[in-house]
């Protein structure tokens, strides 16, 4: 099963939505207190004015144009049922030819009806019945034609009030208009917060990504980052600084050791000279060989960790031309070959020393593992690629790619330290190029280096 990827949208739009509740709820709840906090005659006045206005709202002619009283939702409904089981209840509905009446309408409501004038929209009046005295209001609407509207006798209770109260925030738009903000918060929050979220955290991945490994090279900045971000993206450049100076410790180490290996390995291969035994002197300058070759090669793997390169446009036939120069003589004495194919120059830009190291590296390689190689082919293609093939025993497909790693040995008995291919390979990673290493068609191992096209290139194609 798949496991959910966290995201930070979901949780920002779940608290937003969750404080939009919570503001619905509040409003809510401070419009009933303010409301039933009202005096009496202020709450009389407050229920005459919805009554009327739901019954105007109610009124409405049928399909034979008779003047009907219709109510729609349920607090509405109740509203109207609570109002008409009050015994003192009525209401006096006009549209100036056709009325509606429920209940008796008091003679001083009737005076008002007939004497009001019609410019007069809204008006409050009290009229009386035995010893109590009632309120009463009357109401004429804008519409054509007017309909108007008189009622009196409504005494609500507390919790019939706070009905009233819940029917008014309503239409009011209230809860309308939260819920349109409720939505439109939580599709900002799960879209355009996500975004805005990803926009900043997007910088700081690439500027993540440009991070080239060396110590003192390049660290992520906090240039327009946000305030947010900046304690994350010191914390990882301290990190960086951190493992720089591990690294560059470690580094220091392995380039003093091994310099410092050197002089008394050289003077030991002079004294062995002197030993009498051929055997003996045979082993002892064979393992001494061996042991200065994983200083040699240590010191340059200490040299190209952790240090940039500087490139210039190089000819990589010219280099290989120059590098077989200097094996030619060796690989004469092992009965060994070496040939140069190139067409015409090959320009990529690199660093020459570094390059220079892993061609002479492969060559060796070919020179100690692929004995019974006639004729070592060194070719420079123009598709920046410089191939070299022996006719050795080559390397088992399943350990290819193992063996660019270092100290790792094939299987084979000839002398070497395990750290040439993974010279070679670094190299190459230096150079945004790649190592591949093949069977050769008549046997044997093929090793193609390949190196990205250069700007100009790039930009043409």
Known sequence: MMKRQNSIAFPVATVLVLGMVLVMVISTALTITVSMLMDAQSRKQFALDIVVKLLQDGVNYDHTGKFVLEVDGVIVEKILELSEEQPEFWYFLSDGKQTIVHGTVPETARNIIETTSPQVFSSQFYYKKGDEQFLGLRKLSAEDPPKLAVIGGVTFSNAETLLLILREIWPQGLYHLLGIVLVATTTIAVFAVKRTIAIPVKRVVDSAEQIDGLPGGRRISDRDTPVELKPMVAAFNNALSCIDNAFEAQRHFLANASHELRTPLTKLRLKLDLVQDPEVREVLVRDTARLGSIVTTSLQLARLSGQALTFTMIDLAAIARAVIAEHVPLAMKQGMEIELKADGR??????????????????????????????LMVEVLQARIVRVTDEGPGIPAAEREKMLKPFVRGNTNAEGTGMGLAIVAQIMMAHGGSVELAEAAAGGLVVDLAFPKIAKETAAA
Do not use: F, K
């Open 346 to 375: 090959v320009m990529v830009s690199g660093s020459e020393p570094a390059i220079r190291v892993a061609l002479d590296n492969l060559i060796i390689n070919a020179m100690r593992h692929a004995r019974g190689t006639e004729v």
